[in-house]
DNA sequence: CTGAAAGCGCTTACAG
DNA sequence: CTGAAAGCGCTTACAG
């Protein structure tokens, strides 16, 4: 039976801890920091001391005096969609089994100063960014810590001057699903959200391009989008009711490519409510591979990110820095993602 | 346009700043704290500075000199449900709102005591447990944050001894989806993953018995669990598996009550698989309230966990605590759920 | 406003 | 192992 801990005042320094263990003070600093030439006595003596009184160093004082924090700022845009969560979450595995510890902070508009202000106090180590953030703003802070010389990383954020980044190839993933579907005996193609050209050559739409390029399939012709339509807030609606409109055409698509996995449910649902069949009417693609995929009626087949990878990456990235002469080029690294193909598009036309 | 952060080593201390500044560090301090009695122009030189320099006072030295750290532990059991996501990121935007700096860890399994102890070294002013922990262990820590006088609350783990803690009341949420059923004509329930006497008057189980007694419905009669012949890994399978096993039932149930909402959509597939019309021929519940149910066909009858209110309230609990002395009780603290009614059961009976 | 000084709780040589 | 001492980067009276 474990002593119940003492409730009055604890004990707040190691000066009145040594006092309580009846030590030197230098020599529990000795037992604290694990240094070697200790009798396995004393260390006993102040691990007994320390679980009786709950005591333990203010870490404030340990790392003023030079101690580094073995800590990494993690700012996310959100804590909103599974894949941020996913990123964060393995993120904050790696580095704790790396041994530091995470301080993360989830950035509200126009607070980017301020947030890294407050990294930068805490004397972290290096700071990872995930998410997209406003890139006049970030691309301002990522000068400001190659100025000062904090390690960072930028994940999923592409095009941010002098940054370090880890970006997924979503071009790649498009090339794959576009490949996938045209050896299903597909022609053409409703996009679905994915009316920007963004990112470059790492963007969705250069991928879609570039494969239908590849099968001699003119893009004007094969592709359709009605993005102009429908307003965009909620990504579920959005796709329902671009399937809605999708499904008055004469001459519809019989393959559906969404920017997201919540789109193309929404997709799934209002071509079936139009009283199509998915997958022999009609193929859906998602991206992101999100748990939900397994859960619709049919399937969803979707672009895995890769998450775990991104991560490895990305501290890779991230800890190569610390200790070592600022970089001259920002380094770029590269995320293949994959393809999940299940019922939604797995049927082969005619 | 801004000038480009010199590529200098930064500036490390105030007595470094001070100098290049050209005032005294004791004048820059009272800036830096925004004490009264400082010219316009003083100020003005300082943050001009701050701006060139980037210097950001050592946080490590700020806090040794004894001002609070306004920094408070949140304990996660996991960041891998969304409603586990959800809370965390309400909590840090409320203590954001508070000026307080959120200190995010995930415990992993067996390390709840140096978790505390790394919280307790880094001087949080209180600790949220958010999620369910090995029960013993969670009592031990509970006892010892009480022993040292550190605030705390538990939200979402009932029945830990002398703990301060915020709970749903669950029993409440299944009396509603009961009440809300019989209302349909409903008088035959499955029940899937509910097996579990757990949290006492505060449990599902509890819930459920109560509502179907007012109704002079007797439990063994109207109710039964197949749980026993599957094994739960993944929810969705194990839902569809169960509803595989009740489908096959002669006189198999009219509305099905899940412990979630991934068992409950599980549920649905099986069920439909099985040619039963839903809510036509089965009435499926879940719990939780995630945004899936909205995406399902049919969408899903479920409980929403008033998240928003549920943290209101812990940092209600959590803060109200700091700077008082201790309380001789615990704080216990109950959050009513709500119902919302989709299609997946709302359709009336014969 | 300046400047010198004390002290927060640690770590780390140093002499015994 | 002990004990006295210096110093990390701050804040806060205090005297000018």
Redesign the pocket.
């Known amino acids: 039976m474990k002593k119940k801990p003492s409730a009055r005042r604890p004990i ?6 040594a006092r309580y263990v ?9 037992v ?2 694990r ?1 070697p ?3 396995s ?3 006993e003596r102040v691990q007994r001391a320390m679980d009786e009184t709950g ?4 870490a ?3 790392h ?4 580094s924090t073995s800590t990494i700022g993690i700012c996310m845009e959100d804590l909103l969609t599974p894949t941020a969560v996913k990123k964060l979450s393995a993120l904050q595995r790696l580095l704790r089994s790396r041994h530091y510890t995470s301080l993360i902070e989830v950035l509200e508009p126009g607070q980017s100063q301020r947030l890294v202000r407050h990294f930068l106090s805490m004397r972290v180590e290096g700071i990872v960014f995930i998410g997209h953030f406003p890139p006049e703003e970030l691309a301002q802070r990522i000068a400001e810590l190659n100025g000062h010389g904090t390690p960072h990383v930028v994940i999923d954020h592409v095009g941010i001057p002098n940054a370090h980044s880890v970006t997924l190839d979503r071009a790649g993933g498009m090339v794959d699903v576009v490949n996938h579907l045209v050896a299903r005996g597909h022609r053409s193609f409703g996009l679905l959200g994915i009316s920007a050209w963004l990112h470059g050559k790492l963007g969705r739409m250069h991928g879609i391009i570039q494969a239908l390029a590849a099968h001699r399939l003119p893009f004007a012709q094969c592709t359709r989008s009605l993005d102009h339509l429908h307003k965009r807030e909620n990504d579920f609606e959005f796709g329902r009711t671009l399937a809605a409109s999708f499904a008055t055409l004469k001459d519809r698509p019989t393959a559906y490519l969404a920017l997201n996995d919540a789109i193309a449910i929404g997709t799934m649902h209002g071509l079936q409510a139009a009283g199509l069949d998915i997958p022999g009417e009609a193929a859906v693609t998602g991206f992101n591979n999100q748990e939900i995929c397994a859960m619709t009626r049919p399937t969803l087949t979707s672009v895995d990110q890769q998450i775990e990878e991104t991560i490895r990456v990305g501290a890779e990235v991230l800890l190569g820095q610390i200790g070592q002469p600022p970089r001259s080029k920002p380094i770029l690294r590269t995320i293949e993602p994959k393809l999940v193909i299940r019922q939604s598009s797995d049927f082969q036309l005619g």
């Open positions: 707040t320094s190691t000066a009145e801890f009846g030590l030197a003070r230098t020599t529990v600093s000795r604290l920091n240094q030439g200790l009798k006595n004393t260390i005591f333990t160093p203010n404030y004082a340990v003023l005096k030079g101690k």
